[in-house]
């Protein structure tokens, strides 16, 4: 028979390996508005565009493998190459651009609606003026704990005089999933109004970089659930995620979302940090300041880290 322990641990081991669909938070403030339901999904997920045996998961390596091949690839801005909606999906995502506009930050900082928990890219843009780049968002804002939201310091003084009529945020993660690395897509656009704002000369991390196993999942110049590096030790477990590198040619469209504007969780799902699964778009307390074109699958896939 069976004892109550034995019944508790087989449902603890039960919730960890029943997958569901990845969120990763969309901009809060400027706020994102949206065509359907608010939605914090990749838009898209697909291999690497860009051929290595390098790739390294959601790992520094990658990060390092994709500056390694920046220059080969006439890498200009991460606008640029997203904006290929043949291969990173839909312009501006899930979010509408002609929805309501929303007031220019005066404070000088644009909020994530949860924590960058991926490393890779990401890229701030006012109208035709880019404002903000890192090559790893996740090592500058990000944090393993998803509910510690990711700010990011904007010079908005371009907006002076209304001169700002759009915000877009571009976040290009790299994720281990079944033993190979893949690219997911997250491309907000926010309509403005308004004029100016503070701008900011602010260039350290405004998130805190300390671990926590109570959250959940944890997407200058610079922004991440967490299948947040192991601390560049590619061997530390942090998710049960593969970090081998693999190349390949499929995309998965992202699942859809049933989240509130507001980023209360609606959908449990399997989360990337150690030990941990959480819930999406949750609103957390702020802390702190190629190759050939993928093909799409019709589900998505689920990260394992080790």
Known sequence: MFSAAVFASAAVLLSASVPSSDAHGYMLIPESQFQGSASSAWVVQID??????????????????????????????????????????????????????????????ATFSRALVHVGPCEIWLDNTKVLYEDDCFSKYGNENQDIKSVFPVDYSSCDNGGCKEMRFYWLAFQGVDSKTVWQSYKDCIPLEGSGGASTTTTTSQTSKTSSTTGAESETLSSGDSNSPSSGNPNTPSSGESQNSWTGN??????????????????????QSPSTWNTWNQAPTTQGSASDTPTTTTGPSFSFRH
């Open 250 to 271: 499929s995309a998965t469209p992202a699942p859809e979302s049933t989240n509130s504007q507001s980023g209360t969780t609606q959908t449990s799902t399997w989360t």
């Open 48 to 109: 690497p565009v860009w051929a290595s045996d390098s790739w390294d998961g959601n790992n520094a390596g990658s990060v390092d493998t994709f500056k390694s091949l920046k220059s080969a690839n006439n890498f200009k801005d991460l606008k640029t190459l997203m904006d290929d909606a043949s291969v990173y999906g839909a312009d501006c995502g899930f979010t509408d651009p002609n929805g309501t506009p929303q007031p220019i930050p005066t404070d000088g900082k």
